[in-house]
Nanobody, 123 residues
Framework: QVQLVESGGGLVQAGGSLRLACAAS????????MGWFRQAPGKEREFVGI???????YYPPPVKGRFTISRDNAKNTVYLQMNSLKPEDTAVYYC?????????????????WGQGTQVIVSS
């Protein structure tokens, strides 16, 4: 069983930065696609980006150029560096692991989830 624990959330002013971390235990971390999602109150869970097994990354337009995902397989940890934060980035942020061969932006394609960490961006 894989367990994921996020950390690093908090309150930041617009234009600021935060780095989230997601530590994994159990399983073989290097075999997983690791995704980041976020969910604001009253909204659906939104894909924020992914680092594939091979270390490559993909970001959707709302965060591309501002967010960077990296992974450290030796530490079983994936990071989400968020720069130029905006109030609309306010949400609970989740990391998720997928054991599927193909990667996906859909939450239902991820097998394991962290508990989430709150990010609040003030204007």
């Amino acid at each position: 069983q894989v367990q994921l624990v996020e950390s690093g959330g908090g309150l930041v002013q617009a234009g600021g930065s935060l780095r989230l971390a997601c530590a994994a235990s159990g399983g073989t971390f290097s075999n997983y696609h690791m995704g980041w999602f976020r969910q604001a109150p009253g909204k659906e869970r939104e894909f924020v980006g992914i680092t594939w097994r091979n270390g490559g990354t993909y970001y959707p337009p709302p965060v591309k150029g501002r967010f960077t995902i990296s992974r450290d397989n030796a530490k079983n940890t994936v990071y989400l560096q968020m720069n130029s934060l905006k109030p609309e980035d306010t949400a609970v942020y989740y990391c998720a692991a997928s054991t599927n061969a193909a990667w996906s932006t859909l939450p239902r394609q991820y097998n394991y989830w962290g508990q989430g960490t709150q990010v609040i961006v003030s204007s």
